[in-house]
Each structure stands twice: as C-alpha cells, then as structure tokens.
C-alpha cells in the first residue's frame, strides 16, 4: 500500500510541476493541485489575480498582490461545487505561512511537496495543526 501511494504522489507531483509552466512568474513558477478520492478537484499556479496583467515582478522582486500557486487552487474551489475536506494538496514548493492557514481552514489533511521553502514556518504551522507534510523530490 505504501509502494502505491508513493506512486501516486510522485504522479500527482509530475502533474502540478507541469501545470506550474503555466505561471507567468520569471523568478519561480509554482504549481498545486488538489486531489480527494483520487480526482483533482482543483488547481493553481502562482500568478496575478483575474483582470490583472500577467507580470509578476518588476527588477526580480515579486508584486504583493501575486497569489501563490495553493492559493489560487484553494479560491478556485469556492467557486466550485467540490470542497476539499480530508484531501490532499500536491505542490512544487513547500508552503509559506499564509498558504498554510489557507491550507488548514480549507480542510486539506495531507501536503505532498517537492522542495524546501527558504523559511519553514508554513511547513511549521501545517504539523501545529496535525496535517500530514511529505517532502517527494521526484524526477
């Protein structure tokens, strides 16, 4: 069972890191997809809100108002008729703190991500709050 769901997760990971090329971000693209009783119900890159040019930085410092990859797909699934108690996340890059408290009101019981963030505090805030985090660096 282990084997399988390992699987999976790197599979699911694949998928968001090529979903993240459709970021707009020069610095970092990032990716998330949402995943609960094995369909993605949800995802999102990092990028500008709706409306907003697609430029991200300016002289390699990101906007303020650029959303992160997680949070784009969380907002995504209140306009949904899908909502994402007990389910995973799968992520290129380890949560910030702010995507962690979307992340934990959200329901998300489970974040499977490919690398490490320069801070940890988000990672911090999801283990506080019992949400299962995996670091998966897949190929």
Known sequence: MEDK???????????????????????RQVGALVVKDHMIISDGYNGTPSGFDN???ENNISFPYVLHAEANAITKLARSNNN???????VTAAPCIECAKLIIQSGIKRVVYAETYRLDDGLKLLKRANI???LLEVQ
């Open 5 to 27: 769901q390992k699987s999976l997760d790197s599979k699911y990971l694949r998928m968001a890191r090529i979903w993240a090329e459709n970021s707009y971000c020069k610095r």
């Open 55 to 57: 430029v991200c930085e």
């Open 84 to 90: 994402s108690d007990g389910a995973t996340l799968y």
């Open 132 to 134: 299962e985090t995996v």
